[in-house]
């Protein structure tokens, strides 16, 4: 397959999910999650028309947008790091990102927007959730998650936009509809105080239909169009 018959492949999965949910196709986005593949393969996929590209890893991620500085493409690609993030790494993705889904600390946020160049328009979050509670896992326990975003929403340097969540590895589908669900949940609890919050960062290559019936936003896909990870 073509690159851009696998891009039309994932925007038909899209649609048929919007479609069995009764939600509109313009209600979620695709971002292409581009880790551990070279710039050219997300230029190709860009000439197909995709804009938004997701990363994990930063020095990856920073090695490419170097690389991509004086591209004709550079100023229609939308960098977003997906990833887990320590405090000194702050600096180089508020210099560089568009938006910022794996938040799950108020230190980084904070960092975040004292960091945030001052020519740039405030950086977009995405507070990351532990809907599976597992210890192991990033993202804010999700009885912490209504606190933590209000005072994220006052940071200067940022905008809120909403949550993200990375479910349990399973393929149990209750079990990750559950936790989709209770990532809307506090979605929704936090658009009742008032947030006005519009993005939700759920589902991947292998459910990203469920994560739509549950209220996704914006679903990540990698492996579906990039192919395996190596
Ligand atoms: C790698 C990754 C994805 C994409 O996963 P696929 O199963 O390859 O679609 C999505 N979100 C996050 C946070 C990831 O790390």
New binding site residues.
Partial sequence: MTQAEQLAGIQQRIATACGKANRPLDSVTL?A?S?TFPLDRILEFRACGQTAF?E?YLQESLDKITQLADHPDAPAIEWHF??PIQSNKTKPIADNFQWV??VDRLKIAQRLSDQRPPHLPPLKLLIQINTSGEASKSGVNPDEAVALCLAVSQLPNLKLHGL?T?PSNTDDMAQLKAEFLLCKSIFDALNAQGLQLDTL?MG???D?ELAIECGSTC????????G??A
């Fill in positions: 971002l999650v880790k997701g994990n997906i990833g889904h794996s993200m990375i960062s991947m290559s292998s990203l679903v990540r896909v990698g492996s579906a169009l990039f395996a990870r």
